[in-house]
DNA sequence: CAGTGGTCTAGACCACGGC
DNA sequence: CCGTGGTCTAGACCACTGG
């Protein structure tokens, strides 16, 4: 069940949608918000500040609540308080699972997922497509003590569903890291790309709400089929 | 002067750094704050909050608050609810100038400006080094309605410094795109590289508090010494 | 079931924008 | 000066964790 908050904020995006409002237009004010929902002023607060850090209004001390939409279309939110979404998406995707094993974990791996090296690990990598091209190369490491079990059935759809939603794991906050380098020898042969093209490389650490590390995976990305997009929300 | 919640955030990241507190460590219940602090709960909760949204600390119902330190070091820090930092950071970073001057903005920078073609901008492109190497070319159009005035001096140093303390312009958000393109001929001579080598073009527009957008930027890093970072939480 | 975080309220008071 | 968002309080009640 939605608490409040998280209900106003859904029925002001819903708003926003529907009357297809642009940037800058303006909303009602939090008093007509509060007499519109009957709620008190902090819960329409609440449920503003959740629509802030997404991205999707502005607030401004003496004149009011404005629209924030935008966004270019055809980019990859690598953002954020979006929640986990990243798995999803607009996108005709599709993948490849090149493989699913228990395996021991290497001393990197190890590092990552704040484990100790040998203790046992799912291995899956896989091969994403877009509309058909190949996206990206994925190297994933799940702590097996968290995710005892999985299957190519499971990695052939979305990873993260399968947590929440079969699994009942909550997810709390995620790491990222990332370079640019160039495409390998192996890189060149499953993306279709010659070696020594470009190549954007990032690392994930995805930890549990409860703090601890279960997933550790490196993203090899087709630097011709992808573009990225991020949302900052300045907090002076 | 700073917010009560400001200053209790401030004051607990300060404990955690010198305590050396790890991942992990728990702090003081919300109920020991309230009585440490003297505040009500929810002015703790909201410093809470700013923590949580940092990436300093999470919160586990049930069981407490803790923290979440981390980050690699030697990381370009692409975020985010951490302010606009970016500019200046721990690295020994130096800048070349290469042109300030006042030019009638092209369609492309009107469209990201949100002004008409052939308003006036001012224009400029430097060229910023990390340890000496060269670390990215960035080309930056700043709307002249709201930024009348610039020169070499200011540019050199953090042109957000300026805008923030001598214009006292307050900012509000940014939208960051980015992809992975190649090196081409003006590029590789300035960041000392092969055509045909791995970039990352990085397209900025930044707004106001107002919501105006006053710049629209452009950066190609050099592959070699860039690393980026970007920390992500839940909002389910 | 005790302890801890999370939601929600009602209301006082403050700070800023714009007329 | 009015309207609007922002801070802060005090307290009720809920929901989850862990012994």
Same mark, same amino acid.
């Given at each position: ?17 529907d ?13 007509q918000? *509060?007499?519109?929902y ?17 991205g ?70 896989r091969?994403?497509?877009i ?8 190297e ?6 968290? *995710?005892?079990?999985?299957?190519k ?11 929440r ?8 906050f ?15 042969k ?11 490389r ?35």
């Amino acid at each position: 069940m939605l608490l409040k908050y998280q209900e106003i904020a859904e029925s002001i995006e819903n708003h926003i949608r529907d009357n297809a409002l642009k940037q800058g237009d303006k909303l009602p004010s939090l008093e007509q918000l *509060v007499t519109e929902y009957k709620v008190s002023k902090s819960t329409i607060r609440k449920a503003l500040e959740l629509l802030e850090s997404k991205g999707a209004v502005y607030q401004l001390r003496g004149s009011g609540i404005f629209v924030r939409s935008l966004k270019r279309p055809g980019y990859i939110d690598l953002g954020f308080s979006r929640g986990f979404k990243k798995d999803l998406g607009e996108f005709e995707m599709t993948t490849e699972v090149l493989a699913v094993e228990v395996r021991a974990a290497s001393a990197e791996v190890a590092a990552n997922l704040n484990i100790e090296t040998g203790d046992a690990i799912y291995y899956i990598k896989r091969l994403r497509f877009i509309y058909g091209k190949p996206l990206c190369i994925e190297e994933s490491h799940y702590d097996k003590s968290v *995710v005892p079990y999985m299957n190519k059935e499971i990695v052939k759809d979305s990873i993260f569903y399968y947590l929440r939603n079969g699994l009942k794991l909550s997810l709390g906050f995620s790491d990222t890291y990332f370079n640019i380098g160039k495409i390998n020898e192996a890189e060149s042969k499953l993306l279709k790309l010659e070696v020594g093209e470009p190549a954007l490389r990032l690392e994930n650490i995805f930890f549990l709400a409860t703090g601890q590390a279960f997933n550790y995976s490196k993203t090899t990305y087709n630097y011709e089929e992808s573009q990225f997009f991020i949302q900052a929300t300045s907090t002076d």
